[in-house]
């Protein structure tokens, strides 16, 4: 038999610590959670524990300037081992190792020791993941500290990795949509700007020379690539000062909330964009009511988190309404960015108590409201980029030829 030293969280919250026997690690473990506790840390005690490395601990680790840092992916699937592995037993601080051991990124590594070194020194798993923002955002932590409050770490922790995986499908899917047009305007802006300042000047040389009369579109085409070639640095200085501009412009409070509400005033990508930010809203918040997180501090998170001013500014109106005991349901009927549909489907989730399962419905709702939107706008959005490009690039073309066409028809004449 052996002697263990162990720290944990009760249902309760609270954290405990002591000492049990037990033949090996496996069994010290399950009478632990026989007990309701969520394991922390497990170590076997021992008469003498000098023989440490002195700073070979975990915190002890750094990569040159490596920062703790981790991509979605990454973080995603920390998450969801970490769940598994709590939910099999494994203390906190050894799975926490172990994650380490496999992460393939510096970033992940160093993440892993600075919150395994956090945990060592006798803090929550919450208060260690604070220690690296950059990694774990304000929902990461509040979800995590709900977690240990219900003693439901693993359960919280899988639907952590739910939330997660929806998002970035979610992403993903706006992403897809937004970089064929994108592309596409590049490539239709390349190919007109080679012709304008390579093609079309060399044709210009042979009007000149035979002295024809040009027509309307072909005078207005050779005047803008004369003013093209003559003012190319400056048009390339203003491109980048307007978009540092604009850059600047949005960091500012003003300037994001500005951008936000054109964002959603799109005449395409608008409505899109907008039901993005209520399925966004609609996860987060149901996620968090969910998991334990109290509704003040969830209508915060869910306001940081929005990833819209408009939508974050409505949150915020609604949680000074609840502070002064309004129901949420009133403020968001007033804000314009909440359709009828959502208002009464959160009305009627505060009413019956089942305000989780409605949001998690909305959201669902939205997403497949998304990819239902981005299937039609991807069948939209080539014959525009198509016909867009045949009237730049054919208006150019057209220009060069039609001169060379009354020429030849011309010298047929004759």
Do not use: H
């Not at 440490?52 to 920062?67: A, D, L, P, R, Y």
């Amino acid at each position: 038999m052996s002697n263990w030293t162990y720290k944990a969280k009760t249902k309760q919250g609270k954290t405990v610590s002591g000492n049990l026997t037990a033949p090996d690690r496996s069994e010290a473990l399950s009478d632990l959670q026989k007990k309701s506790l969520v394991v922390l840390q497990i170590e076997e005690a021992t008469p003498n524990k000098k023989g440490t490395k002195e700073g070979g601990g975990i915190g002890s680790f750094t990569i040159g300037k490596v920062k703790a840092k981790a991509s979605r992916i990454e973080l995603l699937i920390f998450t969801r081992q970490l769940s598994t592995m709590v939910g099999a037993g494994i203390s906190l601080l050894e799975a926490i190792d172990v994650l380490r051991d496999q992460a393939e990124t510096p970033g992940m590594r160093l993440t892993c020791e600075t919150v395994a070194d956090k945990l060592r020194g006798g803090a929550d798993l919450s208060a260690a993941l604070e220690s690296c923002p950059n990694v774990f955002n304000t929902l990461y932590v509040s979800m995590v500290a709900a977690g240990e409050i219900s003693g439901q770490m693993d359960i919280v922790l899988d639907r952590l990795a739910d939330y997660q995986e929806a998002s970035d499908e979610l992403i993903k899917e706006v992403k897809a949509a937004m970089t064929y047009p994108v592309i596409s305007m590049c490539l239709v802006l390349g190919i007109t700007a080679f012709l304008m300042l390579y093609i079309v000047p060399t044709f210009a040389q042979i009007f000149d020379e035979m002295g024809a009369d040009l027509p309307a579109l072909t005078s207005f085409v050779l005047g803008m690539s004369d003013w093209m070639r003559a003012n190319i640095m400056y048009q390339v200085l203003g491109a980048i000062a307007i978009g540092v501009a604009l850059v600047s412009f949005k960091k500012t409070p003003r300037g994001q909330r500005t951008f936000d509400i054109l964002q959603l005033k799109l005449p395409v990508f608008g409505p899109l964009l907008k039901k993005v930010a209520l399925a966004r809203f609609s996860r987060t918040f149901g996620t968090l009511i969910k998991s334990g997180v109290p509704i003040l501090a969830t209508l915060d998170i869910v306001a940081r988190t929005a990833g819209n001013e408009v939508v974050a500014e409505a949150v915020r109106a609604s949680s000074d309404a609840v502070k002064s005991g309004d129901l949420l349901s009133e403020p968001l009927s007033e804000s314009k960015v909440f359709p009828p549909m959502v208002v009464r489907m959160i009305a009627i989730g505060e009413r019956s108590g089942a305000l989780e399962s409605l949001l998690e419905r909305i959201a669902e709702f939205y997403d497949r409201e998304v990819k239902a939107q981005i299937k039609a706008l991807t069948s939209l959005i080539e014959p525009i980029l198509i016909s867009v490009m045949g009237v730049i690039v054919g208006g150019v073309v057209m220009s060069v030829f039609l001169p060379i066409i009354d020429i030849v028809g011309q010298l047929g004449g004759k």
